[in-house]
């Protein structure tokens, strides 16, 4: 039997008409919109594609969102001094810096400027240390990680005591994903590029979360057969069937990991619009608190 599809895509429109009503009624509480904070250093197309999304997000759910653009050769007092104009601005609860920055910004220094309570990317590093301590709790989790932790809580399978393998070791998703589960009670293996026998690995998995950044990597002849398996990756492939010539493929090759897998989210329509909803839901829950309201 084919893996059950689990559906970014209506999981995220459900969340995010949660936030909208919710938003509606800090408004109606406190006079104010929630508010996000956005810093975009540098010419990079796909960081500002996903600046106008996160900004038309915010629109569709009543959040105000407001940009400082830096360009590409902004130094680190241009990009601290604008994350520092964010934190002392009462209109502005949450903070995000896309990622990457140009090479000449030292990324951990200008992260740490973000006001921990505003930290609603989760990626400050003293939230990520908090993330990895027993007993500590982060001021918010980050958005990517925290959307692959609903999108496997959605198949209703029990994630304590769980074998998972999380393919991918990076700050924005790797790491906190395997932190994430290991706070949820999986036993947790993490894998990258020095991994040997990847696909031994990964067959143990009752739980595989790919995010590795290569097209259709994990086929389904790696996987246990009833396997819950989140696809992180977004990678585009030339189409020419397509009119903009490429189209999207996820880190896992979908047709073959279906026949396999027990639940499988797709790219696109799976880990993607979880991402901005969580980073809405965050700038919601920052702004409740700023103003103490009670969760
Ligand atoms: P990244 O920083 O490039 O990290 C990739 C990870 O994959 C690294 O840890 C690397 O290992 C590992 N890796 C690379 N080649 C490998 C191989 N042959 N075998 C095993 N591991 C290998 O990427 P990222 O930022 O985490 O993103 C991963 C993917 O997720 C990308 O496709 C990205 O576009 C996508 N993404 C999607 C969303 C979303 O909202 N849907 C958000 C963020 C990212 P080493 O550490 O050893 O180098």
């Known amino acids: 039997m084919p893996a059950k599809i689990i559906d970014g895509q209506q999981v995220a429109g459900r969340i995010r008409g949660e936030i909208s009503a919710a938003v509606d009624d800090f408004t109606a509480k406190t006079g104010l919109m929630p508010g996000l904070g956005v810093v975009l250093a540098g010419d990079d197309p796909a960081s500002a594609m996903y600046v106008r999304m996160k900004r038309r997000a915010c629109e569709r759910v009543g ?7 830096l360009p590409s050769d902004a130094t680190q007092q241009a990009v601290e001094d604008a994350v520092r104009a964010f934190n002392d601005d009462p209109a ?43 007993g500590r709790e982060p001021s918010f989790t980050p958005a990517t990680p925290t959307g692959v932790m609903i999108l496997i809580e959605e198949t209703g399978l029990s994630i304590e005591g769980a074998q998972a393998v999380v393919i991918g070791r990076s700050n924005i998703v790797g790491l906190p994903v395997a932190l994430m589960l290991t706070n949820a009670n999986a036993t947790v293996t993490i894998c990258h590029s020095r991994t040997r026998d990847l696909p031994a690995v990964v067959r143990r998995a009752d739980i595989v979360v790919a995010a590795v950044g290569r097209p259709e990597f994990v086929t389904g002849d790696w996987l246990k057969t009833g396997a819950v398996v989140i696809d992180v990756g977004s990678n585009s492939v030339p189409d020419e069937s397509s009119d903009k010539g490429y189209r999207y493929v996820g880190d896992v090759e979908f047709v073959t990991a279906r026949t396999v897998a027990g639940h499988i989210t797709k790219v696109p329509g799976g880990v993607g619009p979880m991402t901005i909803t969580m980073l809405l839901a965050n700038t919601l829950k920052a702004a409740q608190r700023i103003a103490g309201i009670d969760l």
């Open 92 to 134: 502005i609860h949450g903070i995000l810096v896309q990622l990457p920055l140009p090479d000449q910004i030292d990324e951990e220094a200008a992260l740490s400027r973000i006001s921990l309570a505003k930290d609603v990317d989760g990626i400050h590093p003293v939230n990520i240390g908090r993330l990895g301590m027993r």
């Open 63 to 69: 959040i105000r969102s407001e940009a400082r653009i």
